[in-house]
């Protein structure tokens, strides 16, 4: 529980002379309901402010030169930057007034509102109204409170008739609070004066469906609505109308492998409930991805005439940046279209950011990963062993002198996608700007699908005491490849490249992160998403280990006292012969004998052996 | 008095919910069988109307302590603030008004009782208190009562100001420090005053502003309001309450909005039942039903 004090003493916190002191703004207006003391931009107090790509792809849609916009709540900075640089005119409405002022001094261009939503002036209209940050940070500390359906009811009024309101709503049976794992959480953040989690205020849109009714009475109509993956506040993976709840989309795989990237990117090293992957990857099985999407992204329109909403079926982007691209299907073809490019070339660890993501124009196949693991699950190997030689096969078709160039060198088996002309790849974040060897590439990706195996505690019909290189030989030894320790150090270093490169982990992070993956054994828990499941399933296989272990140390020692007893009462005869006279007696006639007996049948041998040359000789 | 002036507190303080007969005034209402010597509260009782987090600023605070605050608004900044384990328990005051309502053949009120703003031990003011008589017996049409913090009342040139203006000049008495000296019927005192008048003004809106409110008085706040010594801007300062609470600024203010807001701030609609008033402060349960 944080009992901070910031706001009380002065050395701590905002210097409140110096913002008192500084100028005053005239593009900042004040309606009351103003926090003081107050921040939503500090992550210790406030929820992360949203942002991302497909985020402002979106919104520079409904914006434009002569069109009046509402932002309606915190969001980063780069959101309402990317509004008003469409020449629109942009009001902000913020709750604390530190922020406002920020606000204003730092953009020119827009006015903003510090204030709560209750205050707003009910007869301005917008001609597009942003609430990517969704209803829950529209109320202030101060006065009269709005229930979030008011609030809902309060932004679809405040949009023109020819309008349009873009909402982001959290969705309470969201996998992102099924699998929250975050003890005290009710009371870490000084924005939560009251519980942002009430899943009992039955008013509240509980539903895509009720969220659309909602808007619907304030005379608004939804034409365009998106599942928003892996957070409400830095949704990556946006799923559309023709994909959402098609089970038989061709674009089906291509989701799954977004979304876990997407997953892993967000909850790494996040302490879950559960790997909210294998939610997803449930939910994406039965077409349920809508019900457990962690918010829904409304696109609604007024009754008049509102600009056209344009759908998308699947949009892709980054959480941090420009980059966005869409993908869509036209009867058995899949086209990938890149919407916002890069800002410039990402060039990080050798490895360079791919701005134009290609796909498999094939609508029809699976993908390699998910193929393996369902062949690992259902113990058959024979299945295996003609996927992995084809996957192998493939790979040594790109190679060059034994050297790989290009996306292939680092992806995984979630990237290959394979269909009846046989693999292809997935789009992908990056390439090595120099080539990878074909051997290290190919052991880089069996030995991430191992140490997935093992630590998410998938079935496969191995040892379960198998460790990540164990695993990873075995698969391989499949192809006819054997590995060597080297190998896999220098693929495991490719691995810290590829995520270093995406993750910006420090020199510290990265040789952490070495250590962890090169000790992958059945007792480890996940490597990437710290799930309480997997956790205790591997706090299980260790249990599992060392009963086991017990017993064959139980085992060794009964023989051992076994052998001890043997070996002692050897030991006592040898003494005896050795040291009494009747001994060395006994042992010199033994000799004598054992002498006999042996030269005795050597000589009778070597008689009978020359007694039948002899015969054979005669018949000659 | 060299304690007042800069608190020796410790850690451990809890004093200040004594003040004004906070603490003694809730023992009497909960029927604690000695309300004048009541037991320790389980926590730190708000001991005046704030618009920050209810503790008074630089209030040494330990870590894990309950807060009990008058208002939910109070819950919800102090929470933004980084409190935690704040319960709206409403003001002393509130409670006082249950205890003792106004008798149907009360005298009909008359008069003003004003309220200059004033210091505390810590922090005094400066301001011109001519220029505000000379507002108050503009605007004010019957007999002026001021009522003068203990501080202000002991200095006899400041007292001897608003008696020269005609003004009976009053205190409610010393709100107590340090478990000593405290005026277990500050808040009795205060209410019988402020019954006797028919209006309650003051230069700054303050508790006694929202206690008249309360006490069904007309409220008003006008006049300067006089610059507090090394005032704390964190909140919002003097500006804050003009914009944020405006229906109580000026000559003349509506009864039912002011009185509405004041059933607000004071938590009036939201006072615990005294079993369970004793239950929040840590005080023993009571072994007979109350009625």
Same mark, same amino acid.
């Given at each position: 529980?944080?009992?901070?004090?910031?706001?009380?003493?002065?050395?701590?916190?905002?210097?409140?002379?110096?913002?008192?002191?500084?100028?005053?703004?005239?593009?900042?207006?004040?309606?009351?309901?103003?926090?003081?003391?107050?921040?939503?931009?500090?992550?210790?107090?406030?929820?992360?402010?949203?942002?991302?790509?497909?985020?402002?792809?979106?919104?520079?849609?409904?914006?434009?030169?002569?069109?009046?916009?509402?932002?309606?709540?915190?969001?980063?900075?780069?959101?309402?930057?990317?509004?008003?640089?469409?020449?629109?005119?942009?009001?902000?409405?913020?709750?604390?007034?530190?922020?406002?002022?920020?606000?204003?001094?730092?953009?020119?261009?827009?006015?903003?509102?510090?204030?709560?939503?209750?205050?707003?002036?009910?007869?301005?209209?917008?001609?597009?109204?942003?609430?990517?940050?969704?209803?829950?940070?529209?109320?202030?500390?101060?006065?009269?409170?709005?229930?979030?359906?008011?609030?809902?009811?309060?932004?679809?009024?405040?949009?023109?008739?020819?309008?349009?309101?873009?909402?982001?709503?959290?969705?309470?049976?969201?996998?992102?609070?099924?699998?929250?794992?975050?003890?005290?959480?009710?009371?870490?953040?000084?924005?939560?004066?009251?519980?942002?989690?009430?899943?009992?205020?039955?008013?509240?849109?509980?539903?895509?469906?009720?969220?659309?009714?909602?808007?619907?009475?304030?005379?608004?109509?939804?034409?365009?609505?998106?599942?928003?993956?892996?957070?409400?506040?830095?949704?990556?993976?946006?799923?559309?109308?023709?994909?959402?709840?098609?089970?038989?989309?061709?674009?089906?795989?291509?989701?799954?492998?977004?979304?876990?990237?997407?997953?892993?990117?967000?909850?790494?090293?996040?302490?879950?409930?559960?790997?909210?992957?294998?939610?997803?990857?449930?939910?994406?099985?039965?077409?349920?991805?809508?019900?457990?999407?962690?918010?829904?992204?409304?696109?609604?329109?007024?009754?008049?005439?509102?600009?056209?909403?344009?759908?998308?079926?699947?949009?892709?982007?980054?959480?941090?940046?420009?980059?966005?691209?869409?993908?869509?299907?036209?009867?058995?073809?899949?086209?990938?279209?890149?919407?916002?490019?890069?800002?410039?070339?990402?060039?990080?660890?050798?490895?360079?950011?791919?701005?134009?993501?290609?796909?498999?124009?094939?609508?029809?196949?699976?993908?390699?990963?998910?193929?393996?693991?369902?062949?690992?699950?259902?113990?058959?190997?024979?299945?295996?062993?003609?996927?992995?030689?084809?996957?192998?096969?493939?790979?040594?078709?790109?190679?060059?002198?034994?050297?790989?160039?290009?996306?292939?060198?680092?992806?995984?088996?979630?990237?290959?996608?394979?269909?009846?002309?046989?693999?292809?790849?997935?789009?992908?974040?990056?390439?090595?700007?120099?080539?990878?060897?074909?051997?290290?590439?190919?052991?880089?990706?069996?030995?991430?699908?191992?140490?997935?195996?093992?630590?998410?505690?998938?079935?496969?019909?191995?040892?379960?005491?198998?460790?990540?290189?164990?695993?990873?030989?075995?698969?391989?030894?499949?192809?006819?490849?054997?590995?060597?320790?080297?190998?896999?150090?220098?693929?495991?270093?490719?691995?810290?490249?590829?995520?270093?490169?995406?993750?910006?982990?420090?020199?510290?992070?990265?040789?952490?992160?070495?250590?962890?993956?090169?000790?992958?054994?059945?007792?480890?828990?996940?490597?990437?998403?710290?799930?309480?499941?997997?956790?205790?399933?591997?706090?299980?296989?260790?249990?599992?280990?060392?009963?086991?272990?017990?017993?064959?140390?139980?085992?060794?020692?009964?023989?051992?006292?076994?052998?001890?007893?043997?070996?002692?009462?050897?030991?006592?005869?040898?003494?005896?012969?050795?040291?009494?006279?009747?001994?060395?007696?006994?042992?010199?006639?033994?000799?004598?004998?054992?002498?006999?007996?042996?030269?005795?049948?050597?000589?009778?041998?070597?008689?009978?052996?020359?007694?039948?040359?002899?015969?054979?000789?005669?018949?000659? | 008095?060299?304690?007042?002036?800069?608190?020796?507190?410790?850690?451990?303080?809890?004093?200040?919910?004594?003040?004004?007969?906070?603490?003694?005034?809730?023992?009497?209402?909960?029927?604690?069988?000695?309300?004048?010597?009541?037991?320790?509260?389980?926590?730190?009782?708000?001991?005046?109307?704030?618009?920050?987090?209810?503790?008074?600023?630089?209030?040494?605070?330990?870590?894990?302590?309950?807060?009990?605050?008058?208002? !939910?608004?109070? &819950?919800? *900044?102090?929470?933004?603030?980084? +409190?935690?384990?704040?319960? =709206?328990?409403?003001?002393?005051? %509130?409670?006082?008004?249950?205890?003792?309502?106004?008798?149907?053949?009360?005298?009909?009120?008359?008069?003003?009782?004003?309220?200059?703003?004033?210091?505390?031990?810590?922090?005094?003011?400066?301001?011109?208190?001519?220029?505000?008589?000379?507002?108050?017996?503009?605007?004010?049409?019957?007999?002026?009562?001021?009522?003068?913090?203990?501080?202000?009342?002991?200095?006899?040139?400041?007292?001897?100001?608003?008696?020269?203006?005609?003004?009976?000049?009053?205190?409610?008495?010393?709100?107590?420090?340090?478990?000593?000296?405290?005026?277990?019927?500050?808040?009795?005192?205060?209410?019988? !005053?402020?019954? &006797?008048? *028919?209006?309650?003004?003051?230069? +700054?809106?303050?508790?006694? =502003?929202?206690?008249?409110?309360? %006490?069904?008085?007309?409220?008003?706040?006008?006049?300067?309001?006089?610059?507090?010594?090394?005032?704390?801007?964190?909140?919002?300062?003097?500006?804050?309450?003009?914009?944020?609470?405006?229906?109580?600024?000026?000559?003349?203010?509506?009864?039912?909005?002011?009185?509405?807001?004041?059933?607000?701030?004071?938590?009036?609609?939201?006072?615990?039942?005294?079993?369970?008033?004793?239950?929040?402060?840590?005080?023993?349960?009571?072994?007979?039903?109350?009625?």
């Amino acid at each position: 529980m944080s009992e901070r004090s910031a706001a009380l003493l002065p050395n701590e916190g905002t210097d409140f002379a110096a913002a008192l002191s500084a100028p005053p703004v005239n593009n900042l207006r004040r309606i009351g309901g103003e926090m003081f003391a107050w921040s939503d931009r500090d992550p210790q107090r406030s929820q992360p402010l949203p942002r991302g790509a497909v985020l402002r792809h979106l919104l520079r849609q409904y914006a434009g030169p002569g069109r009046t916009v509402l932002v309606a709540g915190p969001h980063s900075e780069e959101v309402v930057a990317a509004l008003a640089d469409t020449g629109a005119s942009v009001s902000w409405l913020l709750r604390s007034l530190i922020d406002a002022e920020e606000a204003a001094r730092g953009n020119s261009r827009i006015t903003v509102l510090a204030g709560a939503a209750v205050k707003l002036d009910a007869a301005e209209k917008f001609d597009l109204v942003v609430a990517a940050d969704g209803v829950d940070r529209l109320n202030s500390a101060e006065g009269e409170q709005m229930s979030a359906a008011q609030l809902v009811d309060r932004l679809a009024e405040a949009v023109q008739p020819d309008g349009v309101l873009l909402l982001m709503h959290d969705n309470r049976l969201g996998v992102h609070h099924t699998v929250r794992l975050e003890p005290g959480a009710r009371e870490r953040l000084d924005s939560d004066w009251y519980n942002t989690d009430d899943e009992t205020d039955t008013q509240r849109p509980a539903s895509q469906e009720q969220l659309t009714a909602r808007l619907a009475q304030s005379g608004l109509t939804v034409a365009a609505a998106y599942a928003a993956f892996p957070e409400p506040a830095a949704p990556t993976v946006l799923v559309g109308e023709g994909l959402l709840g098609e089970v038989a989309s061709p674009l089906r795989p291509r989701l799954g492998t977004a979304l876990s990237q997407a997953f892993a990117g967000a909850f790494r090293g996040r302490p879950v409930l559960s790997d909210p992957r294998r939610l997803v990857n449930r939910a994406l099985r039965a077409g349920a991805e809508g019900t457990v999407a962690p918010a829904w992204l409304v696109i609604a329109r007024g009754p008049g005439a509102a600009p056209a909403v344009e759908g998308h079926e699947l949009l892709i982007g980054d959480a941090r940046g420009t980059f966005a691209y869409e993908v869509t299907s036209a009867g058995d073809q899949v086209r990938t279209t890149v919407l916002e490019p890069l800002e410039g070339p990402i060039e990080r660890e050798g490895l360079r950011r791919i701005s134009e993501p290609t796909a498999p124009g094939a609508d029809v196949g699976y993908v390699l990963e998910e193929r393996l693991e369902h062949l690992a699950a259902t113990s058959d190997l024979r299945r295996m062993r003609v996927e992995l030689a084809q996957y192998d096969a493939w790979l040594r078709s790109q190679a060059q002198d034994g050297l790989l160039t290009g996306p292939v060198a680092v992806a995984g088996l979630a990237d290959v996608f394979v269909t009846e002309d046989g693999p292809a790849l997935l789009p992908t974040n990056w390439e090595p700007v120099e080539s990878v060897a074909l051997e290290t590439a190919e052991i880089r990706a069996v030995w991430s699908f191992a140490v997935q195996l093992i630590t998410s505690g998938q079935p496969h019909p191995w040892p379960i005491t198998s460790n990540a290189v164990d695993l990873t030989a075995t698969i391989l030894g499949m192809v006819g490849q054997g590995i060597a320790a080297d190998s896999v150090r220098a693929a495991v270093e490719l691995h810290v490249r590829l995520e270093t490169a995406e993750y910006g982990l420090s020199l510290s992070d990265q040789h952490d992160r070495r250590l962890q993956l090169l000790a992958v054994s059945p007792g480890s828990a996940s490597v990437d998403v710290a799930g309480f499941r997997e956790l205790t399933e591997a706090l299980w296989r260790q249990r599992y280990e060392a009963s086991h272990l017990l017993a064959m140390m139980d085992w060794t020692e009964q023989i051992i006292k076994s052998r001890d007893l043997q070996v002692s009462k050897m030991d006592w005869e040898v003494q005896f012969y050795k040291k009494t006279w009747a001994g060395r007696f006994l042992w010199i006639s033994r000799s004598a004998y054992r002498v006999i007996m042996r030269d005795g049948r050597k000589f009778m041998r070597g008689r009978r052996a020359r007694k039948a040359e002899a015969q054979s000789n005669a018949v000659r | 008095m060299a304690a007042h002036q800069q608190p020796a507190m410790d850690e451990g303080m809890h004093h200040a919910n004594y003040h004004y007969g906070h603490a003694h005034l809730l023992a009497r209402y909960c029927d604690l069988p000695d309300p004048l010597h009541p037991p320790r509260l389980q926590g730190y009782l708000q001991h005046g109307w704030n618009m920050g987090d209810g503790l008074a600023p630089g209030t040494p605070f330990v870590d894990g302590s309950k807060i009990f605050v008058w208002s !939910e608004e109070t &819950r919800r *900044r102090s929470w933004s603030q980084g +409190r935690r384990d704040v319960i =709206v328990v409403g003001a002393p005051f %509130a409670y006082l008004l249950e205890m003792e309502p106004e008798p149907a053949d009360a005298p009909e009120p008359e008069g003003t009782i004003f309220y200059p703003f004033h210091g505390w031990e810590g922090q005094q003011i400066s301001g011109d208190h001519q220029k505000l008589i000379d507002e108050v017996k503009k605007v004010e049409t019957g007999p002026v009562t001021a009522c003068l913090y203990w501080n202000e009342y002991r200095m006899k040139s400041v007292r001897k100001i608003y008696e020269n203006a005609g003004f009976r000049v009053i205190c409610h008495g010393y709100r107590g420090f340090w478990w000593r000296d405290h005026n277990r019927e500050f808040l009795v005192g205060q209410l019988k !005053e402020l019954r &006797r008048h *028919r209006r309650v003004v003051s230069n +700054r809106l303050c508790s006694a =502003v929202w206690y008249g409110a309360l %006490a069904g008085r007309e409220a008003a706040v006008y006049g300067d309001p006089m610059v507090l010594d090394n005032a704390d801007p964190t909140f919002g300062g003097e500006p804050r309450l003009r914009r944020q609470w405006p229906e109580l600024y000026g000559h003349q203010t509506d009864n039912a909005v002011t009185h509405a807001l004041a059933r607000q701030q004071l938590g009036a609609d939201e006072l615990a039942h005294p079993d369970e008033l004793r239950a929040i402060l840590g005080w023993p349960a009571s072994t007979e039903r109350v009625k």
